[in-house]
């Protein structure tokens, strides 16, 4: 069974820093595409950044501020964000498929076939 735990969240500062972790189980990390996702209220579920063998995706909203990494001997993918901005503010979602030929890009939340349950990143000015 596949299961992606998310952890880190929570309120921070403008400025501020935070990493978000994803426990994943019934799968290894570096054999799907895995990455994060995020809702803001009011917006669509949109990719932030991606991983696979591919290649690493990031959205431009947060480049230079977000770094996407993975332990593969944890089996845990992690989520680095600096710089942190009010427009930052959402649900963190960890996702994974085993989906190729992708590239270096985050997949249609359509084809997501594993969520995690998210974790709310609050940034207050």
């Known amino acids: 069974e596949v299961q992606l735990v998310e952890s880190g969240g929570g309120l921070v500062q403008v400025g501020g820093s935070l990493r978000l972790s994803c426990a994943a189980s019934?799968?290894?990390?570096?054999?799907?595409?895995i990455g994060w996702f995020r809702q803001a209220p009011g917006k669509e579920r949109e990719g932030v950044s991606c991983?696979?063998?591919?290649?690493?995706y990031i959205d431009d909203s947060v480049k230079g501020r977000f770094t996407i990494s993975s332990d593969v001997a944890k089996n845990t993918v992690y989520l680095q964000m600096n710089s942190l901005k009010p427009e930052d503010t959402a649900v963190y979602y960890c996702?994974?498929?085993?989906?190729?030929?992708?590239?270096?890009?985050?997949?249609?939340?359509?084809?997501?076939?594993?969520w995690g349950e998210g974790t709310l990143v609050t940034v207050s000015s």
């Open positions: 019934g799968f290894a990390v570096d054999d799907y595409v």
């Open positions: 991983m696979s063998e591919e290649g690493t």
């Open positions: 996702i994974a498929v085993d989906l190729y030929g992708l590239g270096p890009r985050c997949p249609s939340r359509y084809d997501v076939r594993y």
